[in-house]
């Protein structure tokens, strides 16, 4: 079933390339404690993803920590090397976490995956994004196709 509104996220431990090389990373590490803002996209380095969303989220991220958020998340079934290259291309910096979710553990477990091999690019993320206050999710917004609408950044920062 979806996750929704009041769900809490699941355990899952992410990979992500780190100072120190690649670490696991935990849900609980991520959320635990913490307002955070996630948003999820199809994949790194694809045209909407590269143009407008990770650029919207990074162009509005000292509003939105001004929203007592403790941290901004961008999630991509992809691995933590590709996520890691894709957020020193955007300029990500520490503004915003590049986490992948390569095996899709945790796409598949709030049941938001996108079969993307009509087209070449296998199991993905639908785009949406999310705020999540102590692991609990207090806002969803999962776009209904293609573009980017109610996942922007934009729309997020209204629902601060």
């Not at 404690?33 to 969303?53: D, E, N, Q, R, Y």
């Not at 939105?64 to 957020?87: E, H, R, T, Y």
């Not at 910096?93 to 070449?120: C, H, K, Q, W, Y």
């Not at 690019?121 to 692991?135: F, P």
């Amino acid at each position: 079933m979806t996750i929704k509104i009041g769900d809490k996220v699941p355990s899952i431990a992410f990979k992500h390339l780190g100072p120190d090389g690649m670490e696991d990373i935990s849900t609980q590490q991520i959320f635990d404690g913490k307002k955070i803002v996630l948003f999820a996209v199809p994949g790194a380095f694809t045209p909407t993803c590269s143009a407008k969303h990770v650029p919207g989220f990074l162009e509005h991220a000292t509003e939105i920590k001004n929203k007592d958020v403790d941290q901004i998340v961008c999630l991509s079934v992809n691995d933590p090397f590709v996520m890691d290259a894709w957020g020193k291309d955007r300029g990500t910096g520490e503004s915003i976490l590049m986490l992948g979710d390569g095996n899709g553990d945790f796409t598949r477990a709030i049941d938001l995956g996108l079969d993307g091999s009509g087209v070449g690019l296998g199991a993905r993320s639908q785009r949406y994004a999310m705020i999540v206050e102590n692991g609990t999710v207090t806002a969803l917004e999962i776009e209904d196709g293609p573009g980017l609408t109610v996942s922007s950044a934009e729309n997020i920062l209204s629902k601060l």
